[in-house]
């Protein structure tokens, strides 16, 4: 893009992250979810000689450490998966896991069996528990033959005792399940052997008045992924990063629009 600005380039916004699989062939390139913020830090250990006053004599940069940080505005599964996890995470597209709670029903007649309707036609995966609909009160959890105040469930059928039953008990009954819902997907995670590590190449660029900078980042590891989720405020997901030099010697090439 041709510069229009007439003032030494500056930079705004938090611009546009690309990362490339670079260990495996033909690695799927991903746009990290609508970029809200990106740095990178290089940072030099430093050696100071000292004589018999207090300031240095010398100072001598040593090794230096080159590291980034990208906030996605939204959550990329397959992004994450490709360059965190490469093949210590298994996707499968289509399918979604959800929790939720029963409506208030009644301890039916022998066999005083209740099996929930699963939402959206799936399945059931597993129990989160079972409470008293008119006293919030827990309901214990045991192998077979519930007594009063206990229920059994297997295969998403709720077993519980007739002593319930008799007292007209109603419960609430909270269950995880899977259903198939496009573009879903889901992420298992595997225990790979130490020194997996997916390396990609990180392209980022920003634009101001027409005039742009670009920074490519050839040999990246994702170290870190944090995510917090608060009251009354957006989850940005933060996946940290380390960046290295490739096999020709180069960390990263650097185009920008001014030439102050």
């Given at each position: 893009?041709?510069?229009?600005?007439?003032?030494?380039?500056?930079?705004?916004?938090?611009?546009?992250?690309?990362?490339?699989?670079?260990?495996?062939?033909?690695?799927?390139?991903?746009?990290?979810?609508?970029?809200?913020?990106?740095?990178?830090?290089?940072?030099?250990?430093?050696?100071?000689?000292?004589?018999?006053?207090?300031?240095?004599?010398?100072?001598?940069?040593?090794?230096?450490?080159?590291?980034?940080?990208?906030?996605?505005?939204?959550?990329?599964?397959?992004?994450?998966?490709?360059?965190?996890?490469?093949?210590?995470?298994?996707?499968?597209?289509?399918?979604?896991?959800?929790?939720?709670?029963?409506?208030?029903?009644?301890?039916?007649?022998?066999?005083?069996?209740?099996?929930?309707?699963?939402?959206?036609?799936?399945?059931?995966?597993?129990?989160?528990?079972?409470v008293n609909a008119a006293t919030s009160e827990p309901?214990?959890?045991?192998?077979?033959?519930?007594?009063?105040?206990?229920y059994s469930v297997a295969a998403g059928v709720y077993?519980?005792?007739?002593?319930?039953?008799?007292?007209?008990?109603?419960?609430?009954?909270?269950?995880?399940?899977?259903?198939?819902?496009?573009?879903?997907?889901?992420?298992?995670?595997?225990?790979?052997?130490?020194?997996?590590?997916?390396?990609?190449?990180?392209?980022?660029?920003?634009?101001?008045?027409?005039?742009?900078?670009?920074?490519?980042?050839?040999?990246?590891?994702?170290?870190?992924?944090?995510?917090?989720?608060?009251?009354?405020?957006?989850?940005?997901?933060?996946?940290?990063?380390?960046?290295?030099?490739?096999?020709?010697?180069?960390?990263?090439?650097?185009?920008?629009?001014?030439?102050?």
């Amino acid at each position: 893009m041709t510069a229009n600005n007439v003032v030494p380039q500056g930079l705004f916004g938090p611009g546009i992250a690309f990362v490339t699989r670079t260990d495996i062939a033909n690695g799927t390139p991903y746009n990290v979810g609508l970029c809200n913020e990106f740095s990178f830090d290089m940072k030099a250990t430093v050696k100071e000689l000292f004589g018999q006053n207090t300031l240095p004599l010398l100072a001598a940069r040593g090794t230096t450490k080159v590291t980034g940080k990208i906030k996605p505005a939204t959550l990329s599964l397959s992004t994450f998966q490709s360059v965190f996890f490469g093949s210590g995470g298994t996707v499968t597209a289509g399918t979604q896991y959800d929790t939720t709670a029963s409506p208030s029903t009644a301890i039916p007649a022998t066999p005083f069996q209740i099996t929930p309707t699963v939402p959206s036609s799936g399945s059931w995966v597993s129990d989160l528990g079972v409470v008293n609909a008119a006293t919030s009160e827990p309901l214990s959890q045991v192998a077979s033959a519930p007594a009063a105040g206990q229920y059994s469930v297997a295969a998403g059928v709720y077993t519980f005792s007739s002593a319930d039953h008799t007292s007209g008990i109603s419960v609430i009954i909270s269950f995880a399940y899977s259903f198939t819902g496009a573009p879903g997907q889901t992420i298992v995670l595997a225990n790979t052997l130490l020194g997996t590590s997916p390396t990609f190449q990180l392209d980022y660029k920003t634009t101001l008045y027409g005039a742009t900078f670009m920074i490519t980042f050839f040999n990246c590891i994702a170290t870190g992924w944090t995510q917090v989720n608060k009251l009354e405020d957006f989850s940005m997901p933060e996946l940290d990063l380390s960046m290295f030099v490739n096999a020709s010697g180069n960390l990263c090439r650097i185009s920008a629009a001014t030439q102050a």
